[in-house]
């Protein structure tokens, strides 16, 4: 059964990075199958996609977030990461990571972490 | 401002077909394939359909798909009271070194 798990702080001050690393557990990403991404949801709000990366370290990212957006991947221990720079209250959502099939499918999604960008 | 297209809202009684419907250009679903997600109120989205009308292991065949030119639509089948969720299209476009599009969500109401 494949699992993601977000973690990451809860809080992040404007104007600072947001990090965040989803553990994959039941898949290994060095197995080169999949894409591994980021989407996240405002409150009352809908999904956003960031963007995506692939074993290789080749990364797709949304054009309206790709200055403030890296994606980053560790094999030695099966996670991927996301950090957003200059953050803005515009930011705090829920941030997901999931699995990508091919072109965004996203087939496996972790359960979410809050993220409040306030001072 | 959503890519994708969606109706905010739909409605139906239970036992009845319901479809939301899902504009793109080109660029997107025109090209690609339109993928949908369900998200019940306070939980992960859930994979629904992929591909224009390919279902997932485990999803109910009264949930199915279909994409025509620039529009996509899915149709629900026999609605249920569990099927009350927020439903996303979305599609790979092809602008812009590629990335992911998503429509705003439309709201399913069972009455």
């Known amino acids: 059964q494949v699992q993601l798990q977000e973690s990451g702080p809860g809080l992040v001050k404007p104007s600072q990075t947001l990090s965040l690393t989803c553990t994959v557990s039941?898949?290994?990403?060095?197995?080169?199958?999949?894409?591994w991404s980021w989407i996240r949801q405002p409150a009352g709000k809908g999904l956003e996609w960031i963007g995506r990366i692939y074993l290789s370290g080749s990364a797709n990212y949304s054009p309206s977030l790709k200055s403030r957006v890296t994606i980053s991947v560790d094999t030695s221990k099966n996670h991927f990461s996301l950090k957003l720079s200059s953050v803005t209250a515009a930011d705090t959502a829920v941030y997901y990571c999931a699995r990508d099939m091919a072109y965004g499918v996203a087939d496996y999604w972790g359960q979410g972490i809050l993220v409040t960008v306030s001072s | 401002q959503s890519v994708l297209t969606q109706p905010p809202s739909a409605s139906g009684t239970p036992g009845q077909r319901v479809i939301i419907s899902c504009s793109g250009s080109?660029?997107?679903?025109?090209?690609?394939?339109v993928n949908w997600y369900q998200q019940l109120p306070g939980t992960a989205p859930k994979f629904l359909i992929y591909?224009?009308?390919q279902r997932p292991s485990g999803v109910p065949d009264r949930f199915s798909g279909s994409k025509s030119g620039t529009s996509a639509s899915l149709a629900i089948s026999g609605l249920r009271s569990e099927d009350e969720a927020d439903y996303y299209c979305a599609a790979w476009d092809d602008s812009l070194s590629g990335h992911v599009v998503f429509g705003g969500g439309t709201k399913l109401t069972v009455l």
């Open positions: 080109s660029s997107n679903i025109g090209s690609n394939y």
């Open positions: 591909r224009n009308n």
């Open positions: 039941g898949d290994s990403i060095s197995s080169g199958s999949y894409y």
